[in-house]
């Protein structure tokens, strides 16, 4: 899956079951953009609901920390 930038770091702290205001306050952006991001998330890993994108998330862990 092709991720931008803050994509990725919106995708970390999902994965940290982090809430979208705790999102929108560590990475400084607005509630309305971090619900933006998660649409595009959701779109590009196909999936139907956050717990669906959580879950094809975590298959990506590595990849989206950097890590191989």
Known sequence: ??????EKQIAVRL???DTRKDIANRLGVS????DFHV???RR???ASCREELAVKL??????LSGKH
């Open 1 to 6: 899956m092709n991720l931008t930038p803050r």
């Open 15 to 17: 994965l940290k079951y």
């Open 31 to 34: 509630l309305s953009t971090v």
């Open 39 to 41: 649409r595009n998330l």
């Open 44 to 46: 590009k890993a196909v």
């Open 58 to 63: 975590s298959k990506l862990n590595g990849a």
